[in-house]
């Protein structure tokens, strides 16, 4: 019998910090994701963890691929849902960013390269379980094939991301989409798109790659964000001693761009490196959590956590040796008028070197 994530996380659970996670917040993590296999919620997993929240509590990323098993789970989950709830439309897109073989009008195949799926719950009443965050990271121009599903525009990006969650397509939210793509400067790609059904109001959310600091201010003016542009440079400019590389994120809503915005803070590499948290070790991330913290932007005991938490652990289970790998991925920044949330992104890896594991190869 193939065993779920509420199965295995409880053995990994000593590899955690308790400032980061513990207690209450711990089963309520495996409410929402413990049926759910453990090699798909174990796979290149991810916490957000609120870094000026007392509460250790945080929230779970799962990675999804076009074209693997993790893909074709959610599909088959979808087909098996009723037709109008979130778990089908979910489902629906999916399919069609796996259908390459056949591809039609329809198809999205070849525009996305992944997909991570984002279970809310440190903000989510006990007696409530919503359908996960979408967020869909976009193949590069230069490795798009137009000929298996045509032109990947704006406008088809904000109905593909809206038909993920479950929404009805809305004009202006499409205009609003179209208007931020083509606010970007030169430099500027969007690297991923997403929306989470259950927050409000709703928007769809798109971050940003490539962008050069000096071109930010002109950036946010033209897309009429109404908060301050010297406070985003003076925050980029007193940390690019210590993490140089950033992404914007800003959510769109059919009114315009929201209040929030959002900078993501990563080490010097390509932020869509995918394997680099796994070779970033304890001190890689030292200086911007004392950065944080000077700035209390992130409690001591949290700061303890993270720096506790990348490394490699190898367990002894009953059929054989597995490991785990613990990384940071990136940091962010939520800066909405004078207040700044920062959070972390910690990531997971757990692989079981035994021969009879289940799901994705090299996982559990």
């Not at 599903?149 to 904000?158: C, H, K, Q």
């Amino acid at each position: 019998m193939s065993e779920n994530f509420g199965d295995v996380f409880p053995r990994l659970r000593r590899f955690i910090p308790s400032s980061l996670l513990e207690g209450p917040w711990w089963d309520r993590l495996v409410e929402r994701v413990g049926e759910l296999p453990s090699w798909l919620t174990l796979n290149y997993a991810a916490f957000e963890f609120r870094l000026g929240n007392p509460a250790p509590a945080a929230d779970y990323f799962v990675a999804v691929a076009p074209g693997r098993p993790s893909m074709e789970y959610y599909v088959h989950l979808g087909e098996a849902a009723a037709p109008d709830s979130a778990a089908a439309a979910l489902g629906r897109v999916y399919d069609r960013m796996n259908d390459a073989k056949s591809p039609s009008e329809s198809s999205l195949a070849g525009w996305f390269r992944a997909s991570m799926l984002e279970y809310d719950i440190a903000e989510v009443p006990s007696n409530l379980n919503p359908a996960p965050g979408v967020f869909l990271a976009l193949q590069p121009e230069s490795e798009l094939d137009e000929d298996i599903a045509g032109p990947r525009t704006p406008d088809r990006l904000a109905a593909a991301i809206a038909n993920a969650v479950g929404w009805e397509e809305d004009e202006e939210e499409r205009r609003s989409v179209e208007r931020a793509f083509a606010a970007l400067p030169r430099d500027g790609v969007v690297d991923q798109i997403g929306a989470v059904a259950q927050r409000e109001p709703r928007s769809i959310r798109l971050i940003v790659d490539g962008l050069k600091q000096r071109n930010i201010p002109a950036l946010l003016k033209r897309l009429k964000w109404e908060g301050s542009a010297r406070k985003v440079m003076d925050i980029l400019e007193e940390m690019h001693d210590v993490t140089p590389v950033f992404r914007l994120a800003v959510d769109v809503a059919a009114s315009g761009v929201g209040p929030r915005l959002g900078l993501e803070m990563y080490r010097p590499r390509k932020p869509s490196h995918l394997d680099y948290w796994l070779t970033s070790g304890r001190n890689a991330w030292r200086p911007v959590v004392e950065y944080l913290e000077e700035m209390k932007w992130c409690l001591p005991e949290k700061g303890a956590g993270l720096r506790d938490f990348p490394g490699i652990e190898r367990l002894f289970e009953e059929k054989g040796m597995s490991i785990l790998y613990k990384g940071i991925n990136h940091f962010k920044l939520s800066i909405e008028g004078d207040a700044v949330e920062a959070k972390a992104y910690a990531a997971l890896a757990y692989f079981r070197l035994y021969a009879d594991s289940e799901g994705e190869a090299g996982t559990s």
